[in-house]
Nanobody, 129 residues
Framework: VQLQASGGGLVQTGGSLRLSCAVS??????????IGWFRQAPGKEREGIVC????????WYAEAVKGRFHISRDIAGSTVYLQMNGLKPEDTAVYYC?????????????????????WGQGTQVTVSS
């Protein structure tokens, strides 16, 4: 299984970026996986910011990104997107996509690294003030 994240870069405060995560080599149908975006700032632990259950039945957003970020899944292209609007300097981090082959029905309390076993390499997002 491979997850290839891309789309990071340098953007000014208030700007937008769209991250992509191309997924390949999955055993099950892509729509049956839980998917998530995580980020890790320097000196901090990796944190889940948005997770979506199988078939996107339920989506959880961290308070820090709610209303600004949006996750979507292109089933035909086996790609996960993260649209990020209204970026702030505190959004600066390495962003990782992940997949969970045993999807939870609701990730409100499980959008965290122990519950996701498939990871991409990360893409750097830097927001200048």
């Amino acid at each position: 299984v491979q997850l290839q994240a891309s789309g990071g870069g340098l953007v000014q405060t208030g700007g937008s970026l769209r991250l992509s995560c191309a997924v390949s080599g999955l055993i099950f149908d892509f729509e049956d996986y839980g998917i998530g975006w995580f980020r890790q700032a320097p000196g901090k632990e990796r944190e889940g910011i948005v997770c979506s259950s199988a078939r996107d039945a339920s989506t959880w957003y961290a308070e820090a990104v709610k209303g600004r970020f949006h996750i979507s899944r292109d089933i035909a292209g086996s790609t996960v997107y993260l649209q990020m609007n209204g970026l702030k300097p505190e959004d600066t981090a390495v962003y990782y996509c992940s997949a969970d082959p045993i999807s939870y029905a609701d990730y409100a309390s499980t959008c965290s690294t122990p519950h996701f076993g498939l990871w991409g390499q990360g893409t750097q997002v830097t927001v200048s003030s």
